[in-house]
């Protein structure tokens, strides 16, 4: 009698990649992971936030994770990314025309991402991560840095000290939408936007382009 046939042997899979579940890693999947994490991390900060409960919201397996976007750390910068989207083209607007106005636009357009409902609420999800939690306040000042501000210095670079410029126009900005919007301290909470704009823009534009 002849010896039983072996089966044959499967192929390795993909490390990190779990086995294919048809609609949960079909067309779309890794953007409801997307979606699923920029939710989570805004409902529940980043310390409370992990692989599984996004792979959970996303209806998919915690591998498929790990496989699109890798460390929770990983999957947060993705996150935050697309969260600031519109932050991220602060640097066209101060760009967009003659260096005289830069202070203006660059405020203009700063206060724009903020004074919408649609983006102010997952902003302000993402600073309370990052005031509370050191690796999402790494992820987000190398995001800052590296698409926003280093962009701004190239745009500045016939002033002395660029980047540094650029910094101290993003804080001045900064501080005063904290106040505005996360503690709401009045009058500035409650002042008109374009009143707001005119007073700060002088005081921006010296920052970017005065020696």
Do not use: C
């Not at 692989?51 to 935050?80: C, M, N, S, W």
């Not at 919408?116 to 992820?139: H, Q």
């Amino acid at each position: 009698m002849s010896a039983p046939e072996e089966a044959p042997a499967t192929a390795p899979r993909r490390r990190g990649r779990p086995a294919r579940t048809g609609a949960a890693e079909g067309p779309g999947a890794r953007d409801r992971i997307l979606a699923a994490a920029r939710t989570e991390f805004a409902e529940r900060g980043y310390d409370k936030t992990s692989v599984r409960g996004i792979a959970k919201a996303a209806g998919v397996d915690p591998a498929l994770v790990h496989h699109y976007f890798g460390t929770k750390e990983q999957v947060f910068a993705a996150a935050i990314e697309l969260t600031m989207a519109s932050a991220l083209s602060v640097p066209d607007a101060v760009a967009a025309g003659e260096r005289e106005g830069a202070g203006e636009r660059m405020a203009r357009a700063m206060f724009g991402v903020w004074e919408s409902p649609d983006t102010r609420a997952p902003m302000l999800a993402v600073l309370r991560s990052a005031l509370t939690n050191e690796t999402a306040a790494g992820v987000l000042r190398s995001l800052i840095e590296r698409r926003i501000l280093e962009r701004m210095a190239e745009e500045l670079a016939d002033v002395p000290e660029p980047k540094f410029r650029a910094q101290l126009a993003a804080g001045q900005l900064v501080g005063i939408a904290v106040l505005r919007y996360v503690i709401r301290m009045e009058p500035i909470a409650s002042a008109e936007i374009d009143d707001i704009i005119a007073m700060v823009g002088p005081t921006v534009q010296r920052y970017l382009t005065e020696n």
